[in-house]
Protein backbone atom coordinates (compact mmCIF):
# COMPACT_ATOMS: atom_id res chain seq x y z
CA UNK A 1 0.00 0.00 0.00
CA UNK A 2 1.64 3.17 -1.06
CA UNK A 3 2.64 5.95 1.90
CA UNK A 4 3.55 9.06 2.59
CA UNK A 5 6.67 9.15 4.18
CA UNK A 6 8.26 12.11 6.39
CA UNK A 7 11.55 13.05 7.21
CA UNK A 8 13.21 13.61 9.53
CA UNK A 9 11.30 11.34 12.29
CA UNK A 10 12.55 13.72 15.11
CA UNK A 11 14.19 17.29 15.07
CA UNK A 12 15.13 18.94 18.15
CA UNK A 13 16.59 22.90 17.47
CA UNK A 14 17.93 25.66 19.12
CA UNK A 15 15.55 28.74 19.26
CA UNK A 16 16.10 30.86 16.14
CA UNK A 17 17.21 28.03 13.83
CA UNK A 18 15.63 27.39 10.34
CA UNK A 19 14.68 23.60 10.59
CA UNK A 20 13.31 22.18 6.95
CA UNK A 21 10.54 19.33 7.51
CA UNK A 22 10.34 16.76 4.64
CA UNK A 23 7.66 15.13 3.04
CA UNK A 24 7.39 12.32 -0.02
CA UNK A 25 3.81 12.16 -1.44
CA UNK A 26 1.81 9.21 -2.54
CA UNK A 27 3.34 9.16 -6.18
CA UNK A 28 0.43 10.32 -7.89
CA UNK A 29 -1.13 12.82 -5.33
CA UNK A 30 -0.97 16.31 -6.12
CA UNK A 31 -2.54 17.87 -3.43
CA UNK A 32 -0.23 18.72 -0.44
CA UNK A 33 -1.01 19.79 3.34
CA UNK A 34 0.87 20.27 6.56
CA UNK A 35 -0.70 20.06 9.63
CA UNK A 36 0.34 19.83 13.14
CA UNK A 37 -0.66 18.93 16.99
CA UNK A 38 0.90 20.34 20.00
CA UNK A 39 1.49 17.29 22.53
CA UNK A 40 -1.83 16.75 24.29
CA UNK A 41 -3.95 19.06 21.53
CA UNK A 42 -6.09 18.85 18.70
CA UNK A 43 -4.23 18.23 14.96
CA UNK A 44 -4.50 21.55 13.61
CA UNK A 45 -4.55 22.78 9.51
CA UNK A 46 -1.48 24.95 8.68
CA UNK A 47 -1.70 24.61 4.34
CA UNK A 48 -2.94 23.39 1.64
CA UNK A 49 -0.75 23.41 -1.76
CA UNK A 50 -1.32 22.66 -5.28
CA UNK A 51 -0.07 23.36 -8.69
CA UNK A 52 2.93 24.97 -7.00
CA UNK A 53 1.12 27.38 -4.94
CA UNK A 54 -0.42 28.13 -1.95
CA UNK A 55 -4.43 27.17 -2.08
CA UNK A 56 -5.76 27.92 1.36
CA UNK A 57 -3.59 28.80 5.34
CA UNK A 58 -4.25 29.35 8.26
CA UNK A 59 -3.39 31.94 11.02
CA UNK A 60 -1.18 29.46 12.44
CA UNK A 61 1.02 29.62 8.53
CA UNK A 62 2.69 33.09 9.39
CA UNK A 63 5.49 34.69 7.86
CA UNK A 64 8.03 32.29 9.33
CA UNK A 65 6.50 29.65 7.63
CA UNK A 66 6.85 28.22 4.27
CA UNK A 67 6.31 25.49 1.82
CA UNK A 68 7.60 24.32 -1.47
CA UNK A 69 7.62 21.12 -3.92
CA UNK A 70 11.65 22.13 -5.26
CA UNK A 71 12.14 18.73 -7.52
CA UNK A 72 8.98 17.76 -7.81
CA UNK A 73 9.18 14.82 -5.66
CA UNK A 74 9.52 15.87 -2.18
CA UNK A 75 7.39 18.49 -0.01
CA UNK A 76 9.08 20.97 2.60
CA UNK A 77 7.72 23.23 5.01
CA UNK A 78 10.58 25.41 6.16
CA UNK A 79 10.10 27.25 9.67
CA UNK A 80 12.32 30.37 9.18
CA UNK A 81 13.41 31.12 12.48
CA UNK A 82 11.58 28.88 15.35
CA UNK A 83 9.97 29.51 18.67
CA UNK A 84 9.41 26.99 21.70
CA UNK A 85 5.71 27.52 20.73
CA UNK A 86 6.74 25.56 17.41
CA UNK A 87 7.23 21.87 19.11
CA UNK A 88 5.14 20.04 17.56
CA UNK A 89 3.84 16.97 15.98
CA UNK A 90 3.93 18.10 12.17
CA UNK A 91 2.26 15.98 9.40
CA UNK A 92 2.18 15.83 5.84
CA UNK A 93 -0.83 15.00 3.99
CA UNK A 94 -1.68 13.93 0.09
CA UNK A 95 -4.20 13.79 -1.72
CA UNK A 96 -5.29 12.88 -5.24
CA UNK A 97 -7.21 14.53 -8.14
CA UNK A 98 -10.77 13.57 -6.89
CA UNK A 99 -12.72 16.09 -4.95
CA UNK A 100 -13.64 13.89 -2.70
CA UNK A 101 -10.48 11.90 -2.25
CA UNK A 102 -8.84 11.12 1.39
CA UNK A 103 -6.25 12.57 2.79
CA UNK A 104 -3.47 10.31 3.76
CA UNK A 105 -1.32 11.31 6.20
CA UNK A 106 2.63 10.62 6.71
CA UNK A 107 3.87 9.39 10.61
CA UNK A 108 4.62 12.84 11.38
CA UNK A 109 8.31 14.85 12.34
CA UNK A 110 8.06 15.35 16.01
CA UNK A 111 9.80 19.00 16.45
CA UNK A 112 11.62 19.49 19.69
CA UNK A 113 12.35 23.58 20.13
CA UNK A 114 14.89 24.30 22.58
CA UNK B 1 -17.10 23.78 7.93
CA UNK B 2 -19.56 21.79 9.62
CA UNK B 3 -18.76 21.45 13.21
CA UNK B 4 -18.91 17.66 14.63
CA UNK B 5 -19.54 16.51 18.21
CA UNK B 6 -18.44 12.85 19.18
CA UNK B 7 -18.40 11.49 22.84
CA UNK B 8 -15.17 11.85 24.38
CA UNK B 9 -14.38 8.64 25.53
CA UNK B 10 -15.70 5.26 25.42
CA UNK B 11 -14.64 1.76 26.85
CA UNK B 12 -15.18 -1.65 24.97
CA UNK B 13 -14.16 -5.33 25.90
CA UNK B 14 -12.34 -7.34 23.20
CA UNK B 15 -14.64 -9.04 20.89
CA UNK B 16 -16.91 -6.43 21.16
CA UNK B 17 -18.59 -4.15 18.24
CA UNK B 18 -18.22 -0.62 19.07
CA UNK B 19 -20.32 2.54 17.92
CA UNK B 20 -19.46 5.89 17.73
CA UNK B 21 -21.92 7.98 17.02
CA UNK B 22 -21.03 11.92 15.50
CA UNK B 23 -23.52 14.77 15.24
CA UNK B 24 -22.87 16.69 12.53
CA UNK B 25 -26.12 19.07 12.18
CA UNK B 26 -24.98 21.68 9.79
CA UNK B 27 -23.67 19.36 7.84
CA UNK B 28 -23.58 20.83 3.93
CA UNK B 29 -24.84 19.00 0.63
CA UNK B 30 -21.75 18.54 -0.81
CA UNK B 31 -19.57 17.62 2.39
CA UNK B 32 -18.14 13.84 2.97
CA UNK B 33 -18.17 12.04 6.36
CA UNK B 34 -14.85 10.76 7.40
CA UNK B 35 -13.15 9.04 10.23
CA UNK B 36 -10.01 8.64 11.28
CA UNK B 37 -7.70 7.06 13.27
CA UNK B 38 -5.06 7.88 15.63
CA UNK B 39 -2.19 6.51 17.77
CA UNK B 40 -0.27 7.94 20.10
CA UNK B 41 2.70 9.92 18.19
CA UNK B 42 1.70 8.93 14.86
CA UNK B 43 -0.37 10.10 11.74
CA UNK B 44 -4.18 10.13 11.89
CA UNK B 45 -5.62 7.10 9.76
CA UNK B 46 -8.05 6.89 7.00
CA UNK B 47 -10.47 4.90 8.30
CA UNK B 48 -13.76 4.91 6.10
CA UNK B 49 -15.77 7.82 4.49
CA UNK B 50 -19.22 7.87 3.14
CA UNK B 51 -21.98 10.30 1.76
CA UNK B 52 -25.32 8.40 2.72
CA UNK B 53 -26.83 5.62 3.75
CA UNK B 54 -23.87 2.45 4.93
CA UNK B 55 -20.25 1.87 3.41
CA UNK B 56 -18.48 -1.14 4.59
CA UNK B 57 -14.78 -1.78 4.08
CA UNK B 58 -12.89 -5.18 5.86
CA UNK B 59 -12.50 -2.58 9.10
CA UNK B 60 -15.23 -0.75 9.55
CA UNK B 61 -18.89 -0.04 8.66
CA UNK B 62 -20.51 3.63 8.55
CA UNK B 63 -23.64 4.45 8.76
CA UNK B 64 -25.52 7.30 8.27
CA UNK B 65 -28.96 7.70 8.20
CA UNK B 66 -31.03 10.04 5.47
CA UNK B 67 -30.96 13.43 6.49
CA UNK B 68 -27.02 13.04 6.97
CA UNK B 69 -27.13 15.07 10.59
CA UNK B 70 -25.05 12.14 12.22
CA UNK B 71 -23.23 9.13 11.25
CA UNK B 72 -21.78 6.24 13.53
CA UNK B 73 -19.03 4.24 13.10
CA UNK B 74 -19.18 0.66 13.92
CA UNK B 75 -16.27 -1.58 14.89
CA UNK B 76 -16.83 -5.17 15.06
CA UNK B 77 -15.17 -7.34 17.17
CA UNK B 78 -12.45 -4.93 18.46
CA UNK B 79 -9.17 -5.70 20.13
CA UNK B 80 -6.49 -4.56 22.08
CA UNK B 81 -4.82 -2.67 18.91
CA UNK B 82 -8.26 -0.67 18.15
CA UNK B 83 -7.26 1.23 21.57
CA UNK B 84 -6.67 4.94 19.86
CA UNK B 85 -8.56 8.46 19.57
CA UNK B 86 -11.43 7.91 16.17
CA UNK B 87 -11.98 11.22 14.79
CA UNK B 88 -14.98 12.33 13.12
CA UNK B 89 -14.40 14.74 9.89
CA UNK B 90 -17.24 16.39 8.14
CA UNK B 91 -16.09 18.50 4.35
CA UNK B 92 -14.68 18.43 1.52
CA UNK B 93 -17.08 21.00 -0.32
CA UNK B 94 -15.85 24.32 -0.83
CA UNK B 95 -12.60 23.99 0.99
CA UNK B 96 -10.42 20.43 1.42
CA UNK B 97 -8.75 21.68 4.84
CA UNK B 98 -9.63 19.00 7.24
CA UNK B 99 -10.80 20.34 10.64
CA UNK B 100 -10.01 18.08 13.43
CA UNK B 101 -12.35 18.09 16.93
CA UNK B 102 -11.25 16.33 19.99
CA UNK B 103 -12.55 13.21 18.94
CA UNK B 104 -13.35 10.03 21.14
CA UNK B 105 -11.15 8.47 22.72
CA UNK B 106 -11.50 4.32 22.87
CA UNK B 107 -10.15 2.31 25.46
CA UNK B 108 -10.53 -1.61 25.06
CA UNK B 109 -9.88 -3.69 27.86
CA UNK B 110 -8.94 -7.69 27.59
Known amino acids: EPEVTQTPSHQVTQMGQEVILRCVPI?????FYWYRQILGQKVEFLVS????????KSEIFDDQFSVERPDGSNFTLKIRSTKLEDSAMYFC????????????FGPGTRLLVL | LAKTTQPISMDSYEGQEVNITCSHN???????ITWYQQFPSQGPRFIIQ???TKVTNEVASLFIPADRKSSTLSLPRVSLSDTAVYYC???????????FGTGTRLQVFP
Open chain 1, 93 to 104: ATSGLAEQETQY
Open chain 1, 27 to 31: SNHLY
Open chain 1, 49 to 56: FYNNEISE
Open chain 2, 26 to 32: NIATNDY
Open chain 2, 50 to 52: GYK
Open chain 2, 89 to 99: LVGGGDTDKLI
